[in-house]
């Protein structure tokens, strides 16, 4: 199993940045793919954005232009760069690993995002 720790959510203006860093508790070079999920009060856990072990990218139609989902292996660490952001981005988001062949499914604790207008 992998231990995931999120970070660097906040409160923020509308337009205004900021970027979440997941520190995975050993190496992700082996993951298959690595990712952001928000969950918004009463709401469903969305896909936000993922990176798979090759550095292929998908995006939620909401942030594609604004989110930047990135890897570091050499510092076990993915970030999501979040610029332009709206009231509708507030959520708490979810850092999430995927293991090769199904053998994980690793969820962080989650950090509370809040956009304000």
């Known amino acids: 199993q992998v231990q995931l720790v999120e970070s660097g959510g906040g409160l923020v203006q509308a337009g205004g940045s900021l970027r979440l860093s997941c520190a995975a508790s050993r190496s992700i070079f082996s993951f298959n793919a690595m990712g952001w999920y928000r969950q918004a009060p009463g709401q469903q856990r969305d896909m936000v954005a993922v990176i798979t072990t090759g550095g292929n990218t998908n995006y939620a139609d909401s942030v594609k232009g604004r989110f930047t989902i990135s890897r570091d292996n050499a510092k076990n660490t993915v970030y999501l760069q979040m610029n332009s952001l709206r009231p ?17 499914n690793a969820w962080g604790q989650g950090t509370q995002v809040t956009v304000s207008s």
């Open 88 to 104: 509708e981005d507030t959520a708490v988001y979810y850092c999430n690993a995927q293991g090769m062949h199904g053998l994980f």
